[in-house]
């Protein structure tokens, strides 16, 4: 490991993302996101499918099942019926995964996309916190994240902010004031106004 990207626990991040679960009723699967091309259905899928992704990643095996854990467009059809129970349980094996100080070393692959270990636990952190900000907006339930994943997303979206991003992961920066709240800054790196409503 590097001193710029160490090695963060996932658990409280993912925690707080199965604490939103609960809020989120049926006739909100259709509800529009901060994510444009995503309805709450499609992101809880996407977040299904990221999470099994991940937890291979952090093992560095290739998936059992790649159309079940590919991380990459969410559908609500494709949503199971016991996502209420199934997607904590898949947050769980993803955070733990990657407490083993062996899933920071070496390369890491998902999505088809390889990248150093170190980097790709981030990336997973990335999707829990954004994801859950996301969700929270669209559900019109408060989030907040501890300090310590905070700030390593913050770190990575203001590094991949300075490099090319691609358009399909990331929208435009969105500025904020100055001043404004570590996890406002990474809302708006990620390519979202930290304003949204639904």
């Known amino acids: 490991m590097t001193q710029q990207s160490p090695n963060v626990d996932l658990g409280p991040a993912a925690g707080r993302v199965t604490a939103l679960l609960g809020g989120v009723s049926d006739d909100q699967l259709t509800a529009r996101t901060?994510?444009?091309?995503?309805?709450?259905g499609d992101l809880l899928?996407?977040?299904?499918?990221?999470?099994?992704?991940?937890?291979?990643?952090?093992?560095?095996?290739?998936?059992?099942?790649?159309?079940?854990?590919?991380?990459?467009?969410?559908?609500?059809a494709r949503?199971?019926?016991?996502?209420?129970?199934?997607l904590p349980r898949r947050?769980?094996?993803?955070?733990?995964?990657w407490r083993?100080?062996?899933?920071?070393?070496?390369?890491a692959q998902a999505g088809g996309v390889t990248l150093p270990a170190e980097v790709?636990?981030?990336?997973?952190l990335d999707?829990?916190?954004i994801h859950g900000w996301d969700l929270a907006r669209a559900t019109g339930q408060p989030f907040d994240c501890d300090a310590r994943s905070t700030e390593a997303v913050l770190a990575l979206l203001s590094q991949s902010a300075?490099?090319?991003?691609?358009?399909?992961?990331?929208?435009?920066?969105?500025?904020?004031?100055e001043g404004a709240p570590p996890l406002d800054r990474a809302v708006g790196l990620s390519g979202r106004d930290p304003a949204w409503r639904a």
């Open 127 to 129: 999707e829990l916190v």
């Open 120 to 124: 790709m636990g981030l990336v997973a």
């Open 34 to 40: 901060p994510c444009a091309e995503y309805v709450v």
């Open 91 to 97: 947050l769980d094996g993803m955070a733990a995964a």
């Open 79 to 86: 949503l199971e019926p016991g996502w209420r129970e199934e």
């Open 45 to 76: 899928d996407h977040m299904m499918g990221l999470a099994l992704a991940f937890q291979d990643a952090a093992h560095k095996k290739a998936p059992e099942d790649p159309e079940q854990s590919a991380p990459g467009r969410g559908s609500a």
């Open 100 to 107: 083993d100080p062996a899933a920071w070393q070496g390369n």
């Open 162 to 177: 300075l490099e090319d991003r691609p358009k399909e992961l990331f929208g435009a920066v969105v500025p904020v004031p």
